[in-house]
């Protein structure tokens, strides 16, 4: 780790003290914003590598700080969450969130999850120096810019679905086992979630269903998915 800046966003001062605690000690800088508002107006002020997002917030709740970063940045966010459910999760990382962590938690799986992430993010940095596209029929996905284009219109996708997409379109008629998303896309363990994957891959199909016939996002039964082409 280079000393990466973490922004800690938690109404709970406790909370954001023991974090801090931790994460400094792992050799991380760290900025503290106690409300919605306060963790977008720091994270523009102080561009943090990762932010760690509390869902329940005074002012702006996490669904909705998490929503307005992703209109502007694609640094990785990790969503923290005291409840647990499976719609706190799946919504967190429909709106762009990188991973979820549920309250209580163990600092050192915290700690894990972060670098996992942050490893992540620098290792995907690299190749998209060079252009990444691919295209097919009425279809073009850039991972440069993160645009999906849909007959030359561009369909707000987050950047999760965006990364899924390239990469299942990067490797057509290739099937792939949702473990084998989970790992390559995310690039760390969801243990075993593999709802993650299906939901993200619903929302592609709502966007991507019946644009050609040429193409198609499958469902391969007890396998995965795959980017079917056809001649």
């Known amino acids: 780790m280079a000393n990466e800046k ?12 023991l974090l801090r605690l931790y994460l400094e000690k792992e050799g991380f ?22 932010m760690l997002l509390d869902i329940m917030l005074p002012g702006l709740d996490g669904w909705q700080v998490c929503r307005e970063i992703r209109k502007f940045s694609d640094k990785p966010i990790i969503m923290l ?4 459910e499976t719609f706190d999760k799946v919504l967190g990382l429909e709106l762009g969130a990188d991973d979820y ?15 996992a992430v942050l490893r992540r993010s620098s ?8 252009a990444k596209e691919v295209k097919f029929d009425r279809l073009s996905i850039n991972l440069e810019n993160y645009e999906m284009k849909v007959n030359g219109v561009q369909v707000d996708t987050p950047p999760k679905e965006l990364e899924l997409i390239f990469h299942l379109a990067s490797n057509p008629n290739r ?9 390559e896309v995310w ?30 996002l499958k469902t391969v039964w007890g396998v995965g998915y795959k980017f079917e082409t056809k001649d």
């Open 6 to 17: 973490i922004l800690i966003v938690d109404d709970d001062i406790n909370i954001c003290e």
């Open 29 to 50: 800088t760290t900025k503290i914003a106690n409300d919605g508002v306060a963790a977008i107006d720091t994270f523009k002020s102080e561009n943090p590598d990762l």
């Open 81 to 84: 969450t005291a409840k647990g």
């Open 101 to 115: 962590v549920t309250k209580p938690f163990d600092t050192k799986e915290i700690i894990a999850r972060i670098k």
């Open 123 to 130: 290792n995907s940095g690299a190749p998209q120096e060079k």
């Open 175 to 183: 099937v792939f086992s949702r473990d084998q998303l989970l790992d």
């Open 187 to 216: 690039g760390f363990d969801y243990y075993g979630d593999s709802r993650t994957v299906d939901v993200h891959v619903k929302r592609l199909r709502e966007k991507l269903e019946g644009v050609s016939d040429k193409w198609e």
